[in-house]
């Protein structure tokens, strides 16, 4: 075999690998945002501020309406939202499926979705997020997580679900529900305003914590697609000096 052919067939396989390379990097980042919600975990029976993120994915239109649904199956006694300049809001309430009693009194009624709607032509515009922000608690003492169904409108009409649940052990969904993964129970009591601030502390640390081990993923991820890179480089350096000399 000629050293031509050689060369030629070696300069193939190093642009294999760079593609190769490529395409990990791609699959290495996201393939679209969500709708999210954080504290990402919160105590059971505590307190929380919940804030729902909400990124506009379109490159055409904005998002102009969040349509968050709160569970009924374990019911969440006391939400109050707050204002947002530019939106208005629409608390529904229901009685709960069973009796409920909170700090010793009968609950008759559970918010059971709240809907925010921009004003005059306003919304989340393509490429931007918002947040929309509640008070709620006690959250459930049963069970690990609390889900928010979610439902974003968009300027043209198009509405997202962000509906999906997995179950444990499942692969990644295309449009997973927000949710809230329930820790053990605080211990601490809440303040005037409903908010636990002893577990409102611990799940901001627990989310920071889970940022960090996010960013040492990705970083090691392209430590290692850099260094595919680095040797494919190298041997097509070679590749080249050796058909010169």
Do not use: N
């Not at 679209?32 to 919160?42: G, L, R, Y």
């Not at 009924?72 to 939400?79: G, M, N, R, Y």
């Not at 515009?125 to 968009?154: H, I, M, R």
């Amino acid at each position: 075999m000629s050293r031509t052919i050689r060369t030629a067939r070696l300069r193939r396989g190093v642009l294999c690998a760079l593609a190769a390379a490529a395409g990990t990097i791609a699959l290495a980042v996201p393939a679209s945002a969500h709708v999210t919600v954080s504290p990402a975990e919160a105590a059971a029976g505590g307190y929380a501020t919940l804030s729902f993120k909400v990124p506009t994915e379109s490159d055409t239109a904005s998002t102009t309406g969040i349509d968050v649904q709160f569970p009924t199956d374990a019911p969440i006694a006391s939400v109050t939202v707050q204002p947002k300049p530019g939106w208005t809001y629409k608390v529904t309430k229901g009685a709960p499926p069973a009796p409920l009693t909170v700090h010793g009194s009968q609950v008759s009624e559970i918010v059971t979705r709240i809907t925010w709607t921009a004003q005059d032509g306003g919304g989340i515009k393509p490429g931007e997020f918002d947040t929309f922000s509640v008070s709620a608690g006690p959250l459930p003492e049963k069970g690990d997580q609390v889900v928010f169904k979610t439902l974003q409108t968009y300027s043209d009409g198009e509405v997202v679900r962000w509906v999906d649940v997995a179950a444990a052990g499942a692969a990644e969904l295309e449009h997973p529900a927000p949710r809230v993964t329930l820790t053990a129970a605080a211990a601490a009591g809440h303040d005037d305003d409903g908010d636990d601030t002893a577990s409102i502390e611990y799940t901001a640390a627990t989310e920071s914590d889970s940022t960090s081990d996010g960013t040492a993923r990705a970083l090691g991820i392209t430590g290692l697609v850099l260094g595919v890179l680095g040797l494919a480089a190298g041997a097509f350096a070679l590749i080249t000096t050796r058909r010169r000399a």
